[in-house]
């Protein structure tokens, strides 16, 4: 039996510019801290018999994950397009807060983002996500028919806006 496995279905390349900056300040955040972290694994290494250095153990495989976060980031960031919208437009477009009302009347308020900056807990979803995809380009006041695993869902567009209330 193999373990091959079809690749992945590559992501978009869209990113708002709050998103963007957030990556930029991880991959800072990312340097500092793999600074602390190599100099207390210099220092448990300096301890001596280093297979039963639970410390030393623990900051290698700390090391590592920064790494490859960095890695990540670094092939990443310069990949990605800041997509600015504009609060004037009248459909749905990347970077919209969109509510939707369902039939049982509950509003549901989803803003459309880049893959890199996805967050369920604030309703942000990925523009590749199917419900994103079904609202792109609708209008206020339009019904929405969205096909999820679990389902045919229906859904009416209450309001779209590009900018945070205050």
Known sequence: MSRWRPPAEAKSAYITPEG????QQELRGLWGRRAEVTQALSAAAAEGDRSENAEYIYRKKEL??????IRYLQKRLPDLEVVRPNPLAKQVFFGAWVTLEDDDGAEHVYRIV???EIDPSQGWISVDSPVARALLKKRVDEEVNVETPSGSALYFVTSIRYQLES
């Open 114 to 116: 880049g893959p890199d």
């Open 64 to 69: 590592r994950e920064i790494d490859r976060r």
């Open 20 to 23: 963007f900056e957030l990556l």
